[in-house]
């Protein structure tokens, strides 16, 4: 089935407008059978653009339901069907964000009817909706109203239909749904067996089943949808046609995920991954520390070479930058020692009152070196050993990570229906996994974040 559905709208951003119309017309692939149209109150003012463009003013919609009024009729009414619609991808992204407002996902396999009328009416001058019907002979009544054209659309589908008519109509329209949302070689059953709103890696197979991309999300279904129906570059493309299963792993932390797709990729060399599949290769910079000739200790930045051992490693120049200079301010870092004053004498934060003269030796060492050392420590988790505690695959369950003096261990499940684990309990459900500096970058941010960390 499918319900070919219209919407008017306040404005074109599905984030900041509103619904003011819906219309859904429900198609069983040969003909319209059902029909459902209401005015939608906003609670918001129409813009005077938008009314002079629809029709559509705020005194006829004072009195309409508002949408979650007639969400549940909605819900229902397109229940296993494909939402269609003109440019699907606008009246799709509103009903969701509606939705999203009300605290449900709502999620539809879509058709588009301008990328089904390219395909079946090549040519044409112009496949907008008001020339498509000039075109093709459909009548439009009450354009820019969201039955009128939701009726066009029908008149428009059902036109499609007849012009494949050398193909059953559902399996026409089954094919052309799968080439919107499904690469070529994979089953759809196999994106149906994945639950939304799990947490985890997902994997790509070749025909061979090897492993061609691997990638994480905090809803695994709702990022494939997003790799099938979304991306058009060469890359994807090809990607696409060699997908022939998909296989998943629930972590249920979205840290996990992030560190075990980081470890997958450097142990299988996907052919589609490209970041973090050789860390040499990324342009990784670091926070370093040394004691200059003074005994003052001295921070710097600059790009890593392979022995290199910094404070903390961050993937790109510009956050590398910026901590750095965070950390200057913050502890009140003398710019001589930080590697940004290299002429001599005081530095500039001295002669504007701001540092306490350790460039010209008038702050004593230690009391410098104790505040550096602040500096250090709030960055680095050198020396440092402690668990985090997430989320797990269910709600009896926790995801460990270990992290041994400033060293990644790996990460483990634990089962917190048994009666309180201890430190050593939670360290032996850890499996093995490779420090680098990739999961360094994770961990920090996470840290830096205010995930929740237990000393040991």
């Keep these: 089935m499918y319900a070919i559905v219209d919407i008017e709208t306040t404005g074109g951003s599905a984030e900041r407008s509103k619904i003011t119309e819906i219309a859904i017309i429900i198609h069983d692939g040969e003909k319209a059978i059902q029909t459902f149209s209401t005015l939608v109150n906003p609670e918001c003012r129409i813009p005077y653009q938008i009314t002079q463009f629809t029709g559509i003013t705020d005194e006829m919609v004072k009195d309409a339901p508002k949408f979650y009024e007639v969400a549940k009729e ?50 044409l001058p112009s496949y907008s909706l008001g020339k498509l019907c000039n075109s093709l002979n459909i009548q439009l009544k009450n354009r820019h ?51 939304y709103k799990t947490t985890g890696v997902y994997y790509f ?35 696409q046609h060699e997908i022939a ?27 589609y991954n490209r970041s973090q599949k050789r860390t040499r290769s990324i342009p990784f910079y670091g926070i370093f520390e040394k004691i200059d000739e003074q005994g003052y200790i001295n921070l710097y930045t600059k790009k890593l070479q392979e022995d290199d051992e910094p404070i903390l490693t961050i993937d790109n120049l510009v956050e590398a930058k910026n901590t750095y200079y965070k950390l200057i301010e913050k502890y009140n870092l003398c710019l001589s020692k930080a590697d940004i004053h290299k002429t001599g004498g005081a530095c500039f934060n001295y002669q504007i009152h701001i540092c306490n003269g350790a460039c010209i030796n008038k702050e004593s060492v ?20 402690f668990l985090i505690v997430d989320k797990g695959k ?15 261990k790996g990460f483990g499940f634990i ?3 048994e009666s309180n684990p201890t430190i050593e309990d939670m360290k032996d459900c850890i499996k093995k996994y490779s420090h680098n500096k990739d999961i360094q970058t994770i961990l920090y941010r996470f840290v830096k974040n205010g995930i929740k960390k237990i000393a040991i």
């Design 74 to 123: 909605i819900v229902e009414l397109t229940q296993d069907c494909v939402f269609v619609a003109h440019n699907v991808k606008f009246d799709y992204g509103f009903v969701k964000a509606a939705f999203k407002e009300l605290g449900y996902d709502y999620q539809r396999k879509t058709l588009c009817t301008v990328r089904l009328s390219r395909n079946t009416f090549p040519g």
């Design 145 to 195: 109203r969201a039955l009128g054209d939701a009726e066009a659309t029908a008149l428009l589908f059902s036109k499609m239909v007849e012009k494949n008519a050398n193909l059953l109509p559902n399996d026409w329209l089954n094919s052309e749904l799968q080439k919107l949302t499904h690469p070529p070689l994979l089953g759809e059953s196999v994106l149906e067996k994945i639950p």
């Design 205 to 239: 197979h070749n025909k061979d089943g090897e492993v061609i991309y691997v990638g994480k999300s905090i809803d695994i279904k709702k990022r494939l949808i997003q790799h099938f129906a979304n991306q058009k570059s060469q890359k994807v493309i090809r990607m």
């Design 245 to 271: 299963d998909i296989s998943f792993e629930p972590t249920g932390s979205e840290l996990v995920a992030l560190l075990l797709e980081s470890d997958e990729i450097k142990k299988l060399k996907p052919l």
């Design 366 to 385: 230690e009391m410098y070196n104790d505040r550096a050392s602040k500096a250090i420590e709030s960055i680095s988790f050198k020396h440092q050993s």
């Design 394 to 408: 269910h709600q009896h369950e926790k995801a460990v990570i270990y992290i041994d003096k400033g060293v990644y």
């Design 415 to 417: 089962d917190m229906r």
